[in-house]
């Protein structure tokens, strides 16, 4: 993993604007990716992991959606003041995404291989031969069996696996140094779950790139990332190494996910959970977004944003009370 910042996200805020009120979906998140690092972005559905993906891509549909404020530096180049055509020689050759349901982001008329060729085609301005053998080379680094067959298949052929494997194979087609991959082993079960996110994690080692991993499951974390941040209601509430997260959180809100997570040594017959609701967007809480439902909770909680700590090497939390230890 190397030291030089490859993506840095400073208090970005995406509000979309509907008939209900503005929705803050992302409301000052910050976060930062090295090269050759994966970076797990966590956090509950709804609290905005994946529309921080799209606004990096400038994907965020408007209307109703826009980006109002912050910076996004990929390469140290504001991504935000890219015009359109920019954003589009860079997605899919400098930054490459893999969306949550394969079966929804391929073309189900067009066959796999017609896709493949054309993504290839797209961005390194080569020859459809040309494209072909490469889109043969990447099945065979994806571990796809048979791959001249499945070229020829379309998408309703293939199984949920093997068509993670071809979105995978084509987000690294044109050997991007940024992935941002969102919940890419949802629809999977537990088996192809693993087998992708080692394919995934050995195949970025390989080429140096670094990756946004978007989940909710710590487990997945664990296994594949090497940082996390995690996402609150709109904001990131800590960040750090994968190690000193699990070992010390210091946000009451990531210790309550860690306490979900179901430990057979526990002798209670009972899952712990995090009292009360996720707070509606439209009109979030004032101060800390969390503090309806901490049991830390003060005044100064209900009414003043924390500011960053640091508490550790790199590992740093938006808490006026961190746990310790």
Known sequence: MGEKLLLQVEDLHTYFYTLQGVIKAIDGVNLCVREGEILGLVGESGCGKSVTALSILGLVPSPPGRVEGGRILFEGEDLLAKTPAEMRSIRGSRIAMIFQEPMSSLNPVFRIGDQMIEVIKLHKKVSTGSARIQA????????????????????????????????????????????????????????????????????????????????HALGVVAQTCDAVSVMYAGTVVESGSVESIFRSPAHPYTRGLMECIPDPSRKSDKLKIIPGTVPDPVNPPPGCRFHPRCYKATATCSQIRPDPVRVGPGHVVCCHYPEEG
Not at 187 to 207: G, P, S, W
């Open 136 to 215: 043969l080379e990447m099945l065979h680094e994806v571990r796809m069996p048979d791959p001249e067959a499945v070229l020829a298949k379309y998408p309703f052929q293939l199984s949920g696996g093997m068509l993670q494997r071809v979105m995978i194979a084509i987000a690294l087609s044109c050997e991007p140094s940024l992935l941002l991959a969102d919940e890419p082993t949802t629809a999977l079960d537990v088996t192809v779950q693993a087998q992708i996110l080692n394919l995934m994690k050995d195949l970025i080692r390989k080429r140096n790139a670094a990756v946004l991993l978007i989940t």
